[in-house]
Every structure is written in C-alpha cells, then in structure tokens.
C-alpha cells in the first residue's frame, strides 16, 4: 500500500494542479515550508490494482457482513495524506452530512460504515482520526450546512456547542494494516501532523446494496467484485456530462 500510495502521489504531483478523470480526482494543495502536496485523492483503486484488491479484502467484508449483510456496494474510496508538518484537519464532522443526495441513501444509520487502513502508525502527534464514543447514538446533529469539515480547524468548542462532553474524544492510535470503523453518525475529525513522519490513510466506505442508488459494487453476496467497466454515478453529479479528463480548481 506504501508503494502504491507513492505511486499515486507521483502521478499527482507530475499534473501540477488538482485534476479529475471521471470519479477519480487529485487533490493538490500548497504546504508552506513543503510547496505542492497531494492532499487526498478519491477513486484511485479505478488506476492501482493494489488499492483496487484492498477494498474488497475477503478480510474487510468478514469485518462488513455482520453489519451491513452480504451485498456491498462501495461510495467512498479515498486516500488521505498528511505530510510531517501538514496543517491539513478535518473539523469534527458526522460523515451522514456527506451523504447526498440525501434520497439516494435509505436508512443511513443502519446500512453504512466507513472503514479507515492505516498505512504509517497514526498517533496524535501525526494527525490520528479522534472520536467522541458513543456519538452514534445522538443521531443527525445540527452542524451549520454551509461549514465544511475538510481544511477546517480540529475545535473542541465545535463539541461544547453540540452539547457534547470535549473531553470524552479519543484518539484512535492504529498501527499500519490496522483498520479503524465508524458509524455515519460517530462524531470525529483530525488534526494537524507535527511529527517527524507520514500519516497516510485509506478510507473505504461501504453500504447495503439495496438501500443505495449509487457507489459501485464491493461484494455481491459476499464475492469480491473488481473495478471494471464504466464508472458509476457516486459523488461526482457531472460524472456523465463532464466527465474530464481536466484541470479543476
Ligand atoms: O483522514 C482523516 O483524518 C479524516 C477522515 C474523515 O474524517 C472522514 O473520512 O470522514
């Protein structure tokens, strides 16, 4: 997964600039101090096959199936990358807000879970996933809409104003090939990397099949199914209209 993830930023950073090709799509950013990075990257299993045999590991649908049954599909597939000294955060967020539009995901509290790989240890100092556990259970909370959670400050005070306990988050400390899950209403976010090494993390977000019009099929009663063929409708609207390959802002 090191490997393929280098592979991917190269490919990244030789475009120049943050760049789409159907549901696959770079994200660059300025780093002060570093200059151009990859920031995260979605759909890149579609150009690694390693990345493309992780997210259907016999070994994540043994961790799905008691969850989210035996017919998977999959509407998340992103890397994310935090260079040492890398301000990018993520604010604390419920990934339910993401999931849009909202008619296309049938009963989200039952049928989804995002799963996380670490591929470098994730400690605090380099920018770990925290929770708030047991956040779950609090259901759809009010965050402002037009606030994104990406490039958005690690706050505490997000949590006073929700009502929630700041001090209950925990950091979720992984080892590489560990895998972290959360619920699409668990309260988390990340912050800054002030260490010395890499924090890289492969995110893979799956749903029960027949409560989602989009995403493409992971595990179709429990086999693995490859990338292969035209790309589906998952996050990109202008997948059919606009389909790149292009530069985008
Ligand atoms: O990579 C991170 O630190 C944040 C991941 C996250 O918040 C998400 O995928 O919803």
Redesign the pocket.
Known sequence: MTAAFDRIRDRALAGGRSWRDRNVYFCLDEEPGTGTVLR?AQWTAWLEPDLELVRRDPRLFEILEPLIGRDIKQI?N?L?W?PPGAK???GF?Q?SR?RRPREAFRDLAKSYV?T?IAVDPQRAEN???VIVPGSHRLGELPFDPERP??HEALDKADLARLGVDPDSVVTLELDPGDVAL?HVHTL???GPNTSSID?R?Y?N?YVTAANCERGEWAFRDGAPCPLEGEQNLVHYEELYTNPGPMFVE
């Open positions: 995260y998340i992103q994310h935090k990018a955060e993520f967020h990934d993401s995002q996380g920018g770990a996933v959670s990406m959360w988390h976010g990340s924090r993390f995110i977000g």
